[in-house]
């Protein structure tokens, strides 16, 4: 999505086929698990507010569900494609395995932009999508989750559109929903949360007080906003934060050298992540290019906002501080800056390690709605807390043990599980 040389299903097949190699697994367990089982692409009419009518591009692709149903977010993006969508979903499932909760891998998206949409618009993108799929996804077959551009309303028509078809209540067919409507508490903050509980994880090991840490954040969507606040509850600084400017078409870095305020930019901060330029320069801060965040010398960078951002050209820029990244995006870091980190021995918490927060509290959440109990936002986070952090210690064991870079070990213990699952099942 982020240039058009850069292919993120060619790049998630790449990692893939490297631990496939490691594990030497089987030709029939490997074919299986480098392509998603099934895809679904389709168009979705909408009557637009001036009358005309418009056709959208929508898809779903279900990468595997041999430990459960599948499961994963839909983004709303102008560059999506069905190739970002099939890496996303394959992530997905390492996903779900990496932090052992018993769902599979999907993905969804449509091509639009949801910044030149009203809101009935986006709700007939969203009621057009269920109707597309209304058989094909279920609590018990593939269960949808907000991503890039899309929150708990995009949900909330998903899932009315979805029992209007089937003229029942289902609850747990979609998760992130608004809370008071089946939705959990702490879903909104579970993935930025989820970043810092394994960045917490990673300065405990390497054993960096994050009170003595400085932090560049690219992203300033609903995970970089929670991985900050939390970031700096635990005692650190954040210098840098990058976000898009709609307007311009680009991004900009936004730098305060003693820190930034989280609460004050959120204060001139649009709904889609967009720091207004000309407040934050009124507010004291330096507006840079989009792409300086990633030069700032900092000890942790957290790249999180979309794939293909710390590649072979601009890995080159990175300071010699830093000593950890923190992937809060999908597929953020390419192979090739995958090496560069590995040689200069920088710790690598890999996205789908890293971001897992989201997916296991939308785990939560579904375990919520099935009981029609809800939990209080501490037992929520507590239980995030310890699902994160005992994922990052296996993995981070594993690395350890079998002298593995981070992606490498959280590779192994994922696609372990999913194949395991599948030979269980019979598939391979
Ligand atoms: N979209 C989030 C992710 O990429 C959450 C998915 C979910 O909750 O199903 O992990």
Known sequence: MASKAF??????????DHIADLLDLESGTRELLRNPMREYAFNIPVR???????????????????RGPGKGGIRFHPLETIDTVRALSMWMTWKCAVVDIPLGGSKGGVICDP?????????????GWVRQ??????????VPAPDVMTNAQHMLWMLDEFETIHGMHYPGLITGKPVGMGGSLGRTEATGFGVIFTLRE?????????????????????????????????????????????????????????????????????????????????????????????????DILIPAALENQVNAETITQISNRVKVIAEGANGPTTPEADKVFAAKKIFMIPDFLANAGGVTCSYFEQVQSNMN???????????????????????????????????????????????QACKDRGWA
């Not at 910044?115 to 009621?127: A, D, G, K």
């Not at 799929?133 to 593939?142: M, N, Q, T, Y």
Request: glycine share 6%; hydrophobic share 40%.
């Open 7 to 16: 292919n993120a299903f060619a790049m998630a097949q790449t990692q893939f």
């Open 48 to 66: 637009m507010d001036n009358g005309e009518m418009k056709i959208f591009r929508g898809f779903r692709v279900q990468h595997n569900d041999a």
């Open 115 to 127: 910044h030149n949409l009203s809101m009935r618009e986006q709700e007939q993108i969203c009621r």
């Open 133 to 142: 799929l209304a058989r094909d996804i279920g609590p018990l077959r593939d």
């Open 202 to 298: 990673a300065l405990n090991d390497l054993d960096i007080r994050p009170e003595d840490t400085l932090a560049s954040v690219q992203g300033f969507g609903n995970v970089a906003q929670y991985a900050i606040r939390l970031y700096n509850q635990i005692g650190g600084t954040v210098t840098c934060v990058s976000s898009w400017d709609q307007k311009d078409e680009t991004s900009y870095s936004f730098r305060k050298k003693d820190g930034i305020d989280i609460d004050q930019l959120l204060k001139i901060t649009d709904r889609f992540g967009g720091i207004d330029k000309s407040k934050a320069q009124d507010l004291g801060y330096e507006v840079l290019s989009g792409d300086k965040w990633i030069e700032e010398e900092v």
């Open 373 to 419: 109990l809800y939990w209080e936002k501490d037992e929520v986070l507590g239980k995030l807390d310890v699902k994160m952090t005992s994922a990052f210690l296996a993995v981070n064991e594993l690395a350890k043990k079998k002298k593995l870079y981070m992606r490498d070990a959280a590779y192994v213990i994922a696609i372990n599980r999913v194949a």
